[in-house]
C-alpha cells in the first residue's frame, strides 16, 4: 500500500546545462539542476521536495560523519532512440538500497520517493541524458543520519537524496588486476552485501598499494583463507573457463548483489553459456591459466558496465588475457549497452519508462 505523497518542486531560475561539455564528462564530477530531498523525523518521512542542485548546511555534530551510517546507489538513466527517457532496472535497486538501510540500522525509504521522486526528478533535469554510445545520466540516491549527537546510537533522523550526473564511460581500458591476499573487505556476518559509504574508504589504502605496483583495482579474496575470489572495486567478477561462466555466489553476504551481475548471469544463459555461482579458488584460476584454457575475466557494475581484465597480478605470476580471443564478453558487453541505449528491444521488462 503506497499514498501517495506530494513531492514539491522549485525550479532553477538558469539552467547549467548550456556550460556542460556533452563530449568531456569525466564520471561523477558535473551535477544536473535539480536534486530530490526528503526528511526522516519522529519516525515519518516528510518534506519531499525537488529543488536546485545547492550545498547543504550540516552541523559539525552531524552523527553521519562520525558513525559512518551512510549508504547509496548507483543507477543509469538512457534515451532511446527517440530521445525517451529510460532507466535500468530500478526496482533492484530500491530493494538493495532498503537492504543496505536495514543492515546499518536506518529506516526504508518508501517506493513513493525513491522511485516517483527518482522518475519526477529526472524527468525534470532530462535534458541532461546524454545520447552518445556509451554515455548516460548516473543517478546517486543516498541516505545519512542527522542528528545533531555525538553519541554512538542509531540516529532518530535522516535526509534522503537524488542527485544526477551525466557521464561518459567509466573504465575505457581494460584493466590490469592485483590479487589482494593481505587486506579483506568484507568477512561473513559484516556489511560487505550493504552499499554502505564505509566500505569503499576502508578499501582505498589497499587499492592505492595496487596502484604504486602499477595495478587499476584489486581482486579481493575471502576473509578467512585468502583463497577464494570476492569481487573487484565496484564491480562483480566473472570468470569464463572453457564455455562455463563462473562468478562468486552471494550465501556468505560477503559480496554485493549486483544488478549488471543478475543481468549478465541471464544474458549468459540465453546465449548458451553455462553460469555457476559459486566458489571459485585462485588456484582453480591459477591451474586454469597454466593448462592454456580459453579465459575471459571481467567485473560488471552500473557504472563501469563490463570492463575486461586484461591482467591478473598473483604473487609472482602475471596472467596475461589475449581478448582478441574473446567471443564471450564482447557480446554481453554489446548485448547489454544495446539494450540500455534502446538499440535492440528489451525483451525482459528491464527497462522503466521515466
Ligand atoms: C555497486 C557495486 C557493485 C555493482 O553493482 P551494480 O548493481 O551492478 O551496479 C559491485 N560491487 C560493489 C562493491 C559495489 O559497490
Redesign the pocket.
Known amino acids: 500500500m503506497t499514498a501517495a505523497m506530494d513531492i514539491s518542486v522549485t525550479k532553477t531560475g538558469r539552467s547549467r546545462l548550456p556550460e556542460l561539455d556533452m563530449n568531456n564528462l569525466p564520471f561523477g564530477k558535473n551535477f544536473t539542476d535539480h536534486m530530490l530531498v526528503a526528511d526522516y523525523e519522529n519516525g515519518e518521512w516528510k518534506n519531499a521536495a525537488i529543488v536546485p542542485y545547492q550545498p547543504l548546511q550540516l552541523s559539525p555534530s552531524l552523527a553521519a560523519l562520525h558513525y559512518g551510517q551512510a549508504i547509496f546507489e548507483?543507477i543509469k538513466a538512457y534515451k532511446d532512440r527517440e530521445g525517451h527517457p529510460f532507466i535500468f532496472r530500478p526496482y533492484?535497486?530500491f530493494k538493495?538500497f532498503n537492504i543496505s538501510a536495514e543492515r546499518m540500522q536506518m529506516p526504508a525509504v518508501p517506493e513513493e520517493i525513491f522511485m516517483d521522486g527518482m522518475r519526477q526528478l529526472i524527468a525534470l533535469d532530462q535534458a541532461w541524458i546524454p545520447m552518445k554510445e556509451d554515455y548516460s545520466l548516473y543517478i546517486r540516491p543516498f541516505m545519512f543520519s542527522t542528528d545533531e549527537l555525538i553519541g554512538v546510537r542509531p540516529s532518530d533522523t535522516y535526509k534522503f537524496m537524488i542527485i544526477l550526473s551525466p557521464c561518459g564511460p567509466y573504465y575505457a581500458e581494460p584493466m590490469r588486476i592485483f590479487v589482494e591476499e593481505h587486506y579483506v573487505r568484507a568477512v561473513p556476518g559484516g556489511v560487505g552485501y550493504a552499499?554502505a559509504a564505509g566500505?569503499?574508504g576502508a578499501a582505498m589504502l589497499a587499492t592505492a598499494e595496487a596502484k604504486k605496483k602499477g595495478y587499476d583495482q584489486v581482486l579481493w579474496m575471502d576473509a578467512i583463507e585468502h583463497r577464494y575470489v570476492q569481487?573487484c572495486?565496484?564491480?562483480?567478477v566473472f570468470f569464463i573457463i572453457g564455455n562455463t561462466a563462473i562468478t562468486p555466489g552471494l550465501e556468505q553476504g560477503t559480496?554485493?548483489e549486483?544488478?549488471?551481475?543478475m543481468s549478465v548471469i541471464s544474458m549468459l544463459k540465453e546465449m548458451g553459456v553455462k553460469v555457476e555461482e559459486r566458489d571459485l579458488s585462485i588456484d582453480e584460476i591459477v591451474a586454469a591459466y597454466n593448462a592454456g584454457e580459453h579465459m575471459e575475466v571481467f567485473g560488471?557494475?552500473?557504472?563501469a558496465t563490463i570492463s575486461p581484465i586484461k591482467e591478473l597480478g598473483y604473487k609472482d605470476l602475471s596472467m596475461k588475457f589475449d581478448l582478441s580471443k574473446w567471443k564471450i564478453a564482447p557480446a554481453v558487453k554489446k548485448t547489454i549497452t544495446d539494450i540500455r541505449e534502446g538499440r535492440i528491444p528489451d525483451t525482459h521488462g528491464w527497462m522503466y519508462a521515466v
Not at 572495486?233 to 562483480?236: E, L, R, S
Not at 549486483?258 to 551481475?261: A, D, E, H, K
Not at 560488471?300 to 557504472?303: E, H, R
Request: hydrophobic share 25%; proline share 0%.
Open positions: 548507483g533492484d535497486n538493495r552499499k566500505n569503499y569481487e572495486g565496484t564491480m562483480n559480496i554485493l549486483g544488478v549488471t551481475r560488471t557494475g552500473t557504472a
